[in-house]
């Protein structure tokens, strides 16, 4: 069985910087999987040559069995991956309900649309604001708004860059909740964070970068008794963001 998802041996330059250094890396089909790792580890990195934002210096992208290693970005899209960046993307000016259904029209048709726009609104807990603009949502319903764009492609990979950065712990655990719920309904999610009670919650596998480089992979509770991994990760600036 092939990886939904397989990095073999990526790298990427910046100048003298590798910034990720021979990285190989597979994602199963159905998994909850995270990445984590100090800053600089090359997290985001990785994260923008996955989704093809950056070409690599050496490697390749595999995704459903297929070389997309030269792919642009929106051909990734159509075969399925969805991302959600750090930076939000709404449409500040637009009510919640237009952002998305722009996001989702071309995916689907007619009557289809707005009974998929109610049913995402209500998943993510924004019914009630549907007629807001955007961008007078709090950080995290702006967050929420984006998790919709989202998945309401119904992506098979789901790509998550710190989706709970910037959240109080309360909406921090309703986001991990609105996670397991996507995968439990099928969907792989690949998500990057630093917040180390959030990774808790939701991980089934979690890899741990370290200078552009896997330094380990298991579950949770293998990660956080590795005395290596508390070393460069938990022990220094494990608070910092």
């Known amino acids: 069985m092939t990886a939904l998802l397989q990095a073999n041996g990526l790298e990427k330059r910046f100048g003298g910087l590798k910034a990720v250094d021979g990285l190989s890396l597979a994602v199963e089909e159905g998994e909850l999987h995270c990445l984590i790792g100090p800053n600089g580890a090359g997290k985001s990195t990785f994260f ?7 070409p690599p210096t050496a490697g390749t992208v595999h995704f459903k069995g297929e070389d997309i290693t030269k792919l642009v970005a929106a051909a990734r899209v159509r075969k399925g991956m969805s991302v959600k960046m750090q930076v939000p993307g709404v449409f500040p000016q637009l009510p919640v309900v237009q ?22 609104l209500a998943f993510v807990d924004l019914t009630r604001d549907a007629r807001k603009l955007a961008g007078n949502l709090s950080h995290g319903q702006k967050q929420w708004l984006e998790i919709a764009m989202a998945v309401g492609v119904t992506p098979t990979l789901l790509l998550l860059d710190e989706p709970t950065a ?5 909406e921090t655990w309703k986001t991990g909740e609105m996670i397991l719920s996507l995968n439990k309904g099928g969907m792989t999610v690949l998500v990057v964070e630093h917040d180390m009670a959030f990774v808790r919650q939701i991980a089934k ?33 494990h608070h910092a963001h």
Do not use: C, W
């Open 166 to 170: 910037g959240m109080s712990p309360e």
């Open 99 to 120: 952002n998305l259904t722009i996001a989702l029209q071309s995916h689907f048709g007619g009557s289809d649309l707005p009974r998929e726009v109610e049913r995402l």
């Open 48 to 54: 923008k040559l996955i989704l093809g934002r950056y």
């Open 205 to 237: 596998r979690v890899s741990v970068l370290h200078f552009g480089k896997l330094f380990a992979q298991g579950d949770i509770d293998t990660i956080t008794n590795d005395e290596a991994v508390q070393e460069i990760y938990l022990g220094k600036g």
